[in-house]
């Protein structure tokens, strides 16, 4: 069903972020092709090498990383995305995107 999709994964801070690995890995599983986007927070709870370490690509979680090739990571990933998916989604997370001021990579 998933198979040859493309998932981006926006990885909040909550204490509830390191239930985001089983949902990562659950995705995989169904043949998905998962990318994640981790805030700096999101990096206090979980190590974004798990993520890398599960979905087989590598975990943004910088908004200025150099090591990219000829394109913006985050900005290449939203347009070839199917679906986009953000958990934790904590009652701060909600309310800033309500009011645009949602930054998934800080």
């Known amino acids: 069903m998933l198979a040859g999709k ?5 990885v909040t801070g909550s204490i509830a972020a390191y239930k985001a690995a089983s ?5 995989v599983k169904q043949h ?3 990318h994640v986007l981790m805030t700096q927070n999101a ?3 979980i190590n974004p090498i798990t993520f890398e370490t599960l979905t ?7 908004t200025f990383d150099r090591n990219f090739e000829f394109h ?12 986009a998916i953000i958990a934790p989604a904590s009652a701060n997370c909600i309310g800033r ?6 930054r998934m990579i800080c």
Request: some cysteine; aromatic content about 2%.
């Open 6 to 10: 493309t998932i981006i994964l926006g």
């Open 72 to 83: 913006v990571g985050h900005v290449s990933l939203g347009k070839r995305a199917d679906l």
């Open 43 to 45: 990096c206090q709870f």
């Open 32 to 34: 998905a092709d998962v």
């Open 56 to 62: 087989g690509n590598k975990c943004i979680s910088d």
């Open 97 to 102: 995107s309500s009011r645009g001021e949602l």
């Open 23 to 27: 949902l990562a890995s659950m995705l």
